[in-house]
């Protein structure tokens, strides 16, 4: 397995569209495995392919508490095909955003349909904290951000700080 720099704002990539992924074989599960090494590195508890400039349609998520075994899941093609009016608040941050965190109310539940490791067609019906992480990963796949979920100020702050960042650091990868 391989550790896998990670974009950071305000790197182009993160607002990028990724594709979907034809066929799952071993490269994909490769990818998988290397972003599963990666977001337990950082540590987070999500990654989608494109955090780590790779524009597929791939997420890895591991919502388990550190008291408890890793339950690492991989989501191959993810789509939300289902989700409540039922609204929840959870505080949220990003592995390419880092050390900002903003609350964001998204749906309590949703059901997102998939390809597991194998390929095989799968549905998940989540909530509570994985239901957050996969909403929150899946948007990322759209180029979507966690920020542009809060006030339009809030989130101009975030992206001058991170960009004057970048400039100082001379890059958007780590």
């Known amino acids: 397995m391989t550790l896998k720099p990670l974009a950071l704002l ?9 594709d979907p992924i034809e066929r799952v074989d071993e490269d994909v599960r ?10 337990y590195d950082a540590p987070g508890i999500g990654l989608a392919a494109i ?24 989501f191959i093609n993810p789509q939300i095909v289902a989700s409540s009016d039922d609204r929840s608040a959870y505080e949220e941050g990003c592995l390419s955003i880092p050390d900002y965190y903003a609350e964001v109310e998204r749906p309590a539940y949703v059901t997102v349909d ?57 890059g958007t990868r780590i």
């Open 10 to 18: 305000p790197d182009p990539i993160l607002r990028a569209k990724s």
């Open 30 to 39: 490769k990818l998988a495995d290397d972003m599963l090494e990666t977001m």
């Open 51 to 74: 955090q780590v400039g790779i524009p597929r349609r791939m997420l890895v998520i591991d919502c388990s508490k550190e008291e408890e075994e890793d339950a690492p899941l991989v």
């Open 114 to 170: 998939y390809l597991d490791r194998e390929g095989k067609q799968r549905q998940i019906e989540a909530e509570g904290l994985l239901a957050t992480c996969l909403q929150h990963e899946i948007d990322h796949l759209n180029g979507v951000l966690f920020i542009d979920h809060i006030s339009r100020l809030k989130q101009n702050m975030v992206i001058k700080k991170f960009t004057k960042l970048a400039k100082s650091r001379g």
